[in-house]
């Protein structure tokens, strides 16, 4: 059996600024509208996979945690980051940036692509959630706009 949520119809979404070193244009700053979608997969129990409700407001705290940002990644050798009370500078090949430190979240991922995005969301939420033994699998899909994405599955059994 499957449960099925679609970020984009239940408002698990956010818009956030990020760049990808060395990747062509997208090493420039720009931003998204992201969506994400999840599927539980596992055997109902009294008629229930899992509440919805539950998976609904654990994803909304992370794009809420996320939404408005810029998202620079702390697992890339290649991006220095310097950080004082009130700014974070950042730098990576020849380009330099200061943000407002309220302005910036990190994430500890190699770069803030959807790919890695939904590995970040999958794991906090299996972390934060206490999966019942009837969850086999978790898939997060964090989509960059309708209709391209990346998913990422994450199986109870070796989160178990």
């Not at 500890?108 to 086999?136: M, T």
């Not at 994450?154 to 989160?159: L, R």
């Amino acid at each position: 059996m499957m449960l099925e949520i679609d970020g984009w119809k239940v408002g698990m979404k956010f818009s956030a600024a990020h760049f990808i070193p060395e990747h062509g244009k997208c090493s420039r700053i720009h931003g998204h509208d992201y969506g994400v979608r999840l599927r539980i997969y596992g055997e109902e129990e009294g008629g229930i996979l899992y509440d919805f409700i539950d998976l609904k407001r654990k994803v909304r705290e992370i794009c809420d945690e996320l939404d408005h940002h810029i998202l620079v990644p702390t697992a890339n050798k290649d991006v220095c980051v310097e950080e004082s009370e009130d700014m974070v500078n950042v730098s990576f090949g020849s380009k330099n940036y200061s943000f407002p430190r309220g302005d910036v979240v990190f994430v500890d991922i190699l770069v803030p692509s959807a790919e890695l995005l939904a590995q970040y969301i999958g794991r906090r939420l299996v972390k934060s959630l206490n999966f019942p033994a009837n969850v086999k699998g978790v898939e997060v899909c964090v989509d960059e706009g309708p209709g391209q994405g990346a998913c990422e599955y994450i199986s109870m059994e070796v989160n178990q």
